[in-house]
């Protein structure tokens, strides 16, 4: 059974920095494309950052230059840095992966709180 777990979510105060983690399991099938979603209490889910099998990565306008996406093909991780963090990015954190061909699949979510 593929589980996504995410991880490094917290209260942080703005300007700060937090990393979030986010592991794959359960299958052997190769890690496709990987993303970073968040939703702030009362909106749509946003996308935040995505990254290929290849390591081309595109952000959404709103965190580019503050946040990076990276991954660890050998640990089936993703990763979200998150500097500059302000109080507009105060959201539930979703990590989503394609796995091989049995589809995509979503984590939990993590709660990131940003205080002013």
């Known amino acids: 059974q593929v589980q996504l777990v995410e991880s490094g979510g917290g209260l942080v105060q703005a300007g700060g920095s937090l990393r979030l983690s986010c592991v794959v399991s359960g299958s052997r099938f190769i890690i496709n494309a990987m993303a970073w979603y968040r939703r702030a209490p009362g909106k749509q889910r946003q996308l935040v950052a995505t990254?290929?099998?290849?390591?081309?990565?595109n952000y959404a306008d709103s965190v580019k230059g503050r946040f990076t996406i990276s991954r660890d093909n050998a640990k089936k991780t993703v990763y979200l840095q998150m500097n500059s963090l302000k109080p507009e990015d105060t959201a539930v954190y979703y990590c989503n992966a394609g796995v091989g061909v049995l589809g995509y699949f979503w984590g939990q979510g993590t709660q990131v709180t940003v205080s002013s």
């Open positions: 990254i290929s099998s290849g390591g081309t990565t």
